[in-house]
């Protein structure tokens, strides 16, 4: 849970440099090294964003609809902080330290029904 958020916080500020480097690109300057170098930088960042969205969804049996707003929060810049911090209240992003059999454990508010843990 630790590794998505830093993956959320990490994409939002590639976000923020690959912005500052197209400024650069289109602007004055005209020069394409901060877009060279932060766009491969954020493209990676995105990728392990979307796959931990997708890795967390799963142990924390996140509705499909919570999937797919993390998924789309990862294209508008800085969005991802929003939903790392909707969820962190939601209890999604916490997993109970009692085991599930499978090392897993429980995720929080795992007692209350799914169709709950998605509502805002």
Known sequence: MRLFVLAAV???ISWLALLVGMAV???PPGNEIGVQIFGPVHGGLFLAYV???LLVARLGRWRWLTVGVALVCA???FATLGFERWARRR???TVSSTG???GAG???GADRPLEDAARP
Do not use: R
């Open 91 to 93: 209890g999604l992003l």
């Open 25 to 27: 690109k289109y602007g």
């Open 75 to 77: 294209v508008p810049p």
């Open 10 to 12: 990490a994409e939002a």
């Open 106 to 108: 429980q995720p929080a």
């Open 100 to 102: 599930s059999g499978t």
């Open 51 to 53: 796959g931990l969205v």
